[in-house]
Structure formats: structure tokens, C-alpha cells
């Protein structure tokens, strides 16, 4: 298993940066053992496929639970509106507390207290309503990819306080995000105001194993410098409770890269190779590989098999950037 460090961090003490101090988790004195608070999931699922229980022991930190956030779907509340399915979504902006590692709490922007916000998910045609209440302190908005009018596009700011009501048909389908869209965008987004919107395909794909993991840095003293990494919010939280999986179960991976400060990153699964939808919008392989490049808000529908027991991490190929943070394990079982 890698350090948690950079390996230039190795050398005498006395001269590490604040930088890899912070990365270590003991720069400054404010320890504060992660909340630990254990919640009910439900969870939506294709029938078929084989998914291990939820584990009891996940920790949640600072409220947000990355084992449940892996296969949390929000389908929304749903009603038919002239022959129509419609989903509602109820997103509020907030500000709090999380607590990255030991040493380090950071304010995050966030949508329903956590980070990354709920992973909304329809299928392509329903139309989509998102009733966006800012209780942040400040303006905040919600722009989604995928086809809207302009009205929609959410660039325009929503004080604090107020209300907007987003609509629009789900379109095209495909792996899409949601993020604020408030200037500075690097710092809205670099604060934690984003999430996973999936829009299925009008015939679903086949059943699998449907995990979500978004990589995003963290800029904890605002030197426009990530100096922590994490896979759904939380850094290093796969490297102490990998994610189960079952052998010859086939897994579908969504990949999202948010990840400010840096062009771009790759992704590299261990022990196996990958086949890529391309932004999720096509229903055949577009290639086969072990190790993809994603720019910023990039993303791509990974699906693979392993046919061996045993752990396996996933990380970026930027070594500096996984051993901050971004890196994880899958734990194959029979
Ligand atoms: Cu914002």
C-alpha cells in the first residue's frame, strides 16, 4: 500500500511544507475524531445483479457516508403530469463543516449537507424539476449539462434566501454533473457545490453492479493549491473501508472528475481492464484500457469483472494527487 504522502515529503523533520503536513493530517492542534453517525439506506438496484450488503461498520464523517454515497440513487419524487413522468428534486444549498482528516475541517459549499451533492438520476424524456432553495449564506445557482433553454442554464445567481424553480426535459442520456456556476466557478465547485446527474437511456442497460465515485480536491488554505484529494468527499475514506464487491459480477462504474486546480487526471483501476461508454452516451464500448485521461466535469461509464479474490485499488495516475487523497480499494469476494 502507497504512503499517504508525497514522496518528496520524505526527508528530515523539521522540513515539511504546511502543504504535506496537511496532507498527513497533524498540522495544527484541533483533533476531532470524525462524527461518526451510522444511517438506514435504501438503495435502487437492478433486480439482477449481485450487490454485497451495505456494511454495518462505514463510518459516516461530519455526516457524510462515502459507502452509502457509492450506490446512492436519487430517482426523485415522481408524479405523471399529462402522460408525462416527472421528477422532482429538492436541493438546498448549505453551508458546513467537514472534517477531512484529524487536523483538517473545512468549510464547505454544498447542496443538502453533503459533499458531493445526491446523485440524481432519470431516464431520458421525463422532465426534471429541481426546487433549488439557497440557505448558504450566499449566492449560489445550479447549471446542469445536458439540453435546457437558457433560463435553465443556471449562470445566474440565487441570492440567499430565495428559491428558483429548474425545468427541463432529461436529455440526451448519458454521465452528466451538476455544479454552481457562480464566479469564481474554481472556488464554487472547489468548495463542494456539485454533483452526479445520470440520465438512463430509454432501454436500460443491462443489470450490474452500479457504483458512482467523483474525484475532487480540496484547497484548505485558499492558495488556489489542492492540498487534499478525495473520492466522494471524503479523502482516503476507500482506503480504510474498501468498497465490496462480488467476483464475475459485472460492474458498472461512474466516474466524474471535479477536480479544480488541475487540467486534468486520469483514472486507473488495478488488477483489470475496463470498458469506456464515453460520457456515458453510448451503449457500446468505445474502447478497452486500464488507465483514462478525464479533463475537468469529464466523466465516463467504466465496466469491468474481476475474477480474482483479493483488494484492488482505483486511484489517478498523478501519484502526488491519489497519495493526497484520492484513492481507493475494491475488496473482491466470492
Ligand atoms: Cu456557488
Redesign the pocket.
Known amino acids: 500500500m502507497a504512503d499517504l504522502f508525497d514522496r518528496s515529503a520524505i526527508k528530515k523533520p523539521g522540513h515539511w511544507t504546511r502543504r504535506q503536513l496537511l496532507q498527513l493530517g497533524i498540522a495544527g492542534a484541533g483533533v476531532a475524531g470524525g462524527a461518526i453517525a451510522l444511517q438506514n439506506f435504501t438503495q435502487k438496484r437492478p433486480a439482477a445483479a449481485r450487490i454485497p450488503p451495505m456494511p454495518a461498520d462505514a463510518p459516516a464523517v461530519s455526516n457524510i457516508n462515502p459507502m452509502q454515497i457509492a450506490r446512492d440513487f436519487d430517482y426523485g419524487t415522481v408524479t405523471r403530469e399529462n402522460g408525462r413522468t416527472v421528477r422532482e428534486f429538492r436541493m438546498e444549498?448549505n453551508t458546513s463543516v467537514v472534517q477531512l482528516n484529524s487536523a483538517v475541517s473545512f468549510n464547505t459549499?454544498n447542496v443538502n449537507n453533503r459533499v458531493p451533492g445526491p446523485t440524481l438520476r432519470a431516464t431520458e424524456g421525463d422532465r426534471i424539476r429541481v426546487i433549488f432553495s439557497n440557505k448558504?449564506g450566499?449566492?449560489?445557482?445550479l447549471h446542469f449539462h445536458g439540453f435546457h433553454t437558457a433560463e435553465m442554464d443556471g449562470v445566474k445567481p440565487v441570492r440567499n434566501g430565495s428559491v428558483f424553480i429548474y425545468e427541463f426535459d432529461a436529455a440526451p442520456y448519458g454521465l452528466h454533473l451538476y455544479?454552481?456556476?457562480?464566479a469564481p466557478?474554481t472556488?464554487?465547485?472547489g468548495?463542494g457545490?456539485y454533483g452526479m446527474f445520470i440520465i438512463d437511456p430509454p432501454k436500460p442497460r443491462p443489470p450490474a453492479d452500479e457504483i458512482l465515485l467523483i474525484m475532487a480536491g480540496y484547497d484548505v488554505n485558499d492558495d488556489e493549491i489542492n492540498e487534499l484529494y478525495a473520492f466522494n468527499g471524503i479523502p482516503n475514506y476507500y482506503m480504510n473501508n474498501p468498497i465490496s464487491i462480488y467476483k464475475n459480477q459485472l460492474v458498472r462504474l461512474y466516474v466524474l472528475n471535479m477536480i479544480e486546480y488541475e487540467a486534468a487526471v486520469t483514472f486507473h483501476l488495478h488488477a483489470n481492464f475496463f470498458d469506456v461508454y464515453r460520457t456515458g452516451m453510448t451503449l457500446t464500448p468505445s474502447e478497452r484500457a486500464d488507465v483514462i485521461t478525464m479533463g475537468v466535469a469529464e466523466r465516463h461509464i467504466l465496466e469491468f469483472t474481476y475474477g480474482y479474490n483479493g483488494k484492488y485499488m482505483f486511484h489517478p495516475h498523478q501519484d502526488v494527487i491519489a497519495e493526497a487523497g484520492c484513492m481507493g480499494l475494491f475488496e473482491v469476494i466470492a
Not at 138 to 141: A, E, F, G, K, Q
Not at 179 to 182: A, D, L, P, Q, R
Open positions: 444549498a459549499w448558504a450566499h449566492s449560489h445557482s455544479h454552481c456556476h457562480i466557478v472556488r464554487h465547485i468548495k457545490l
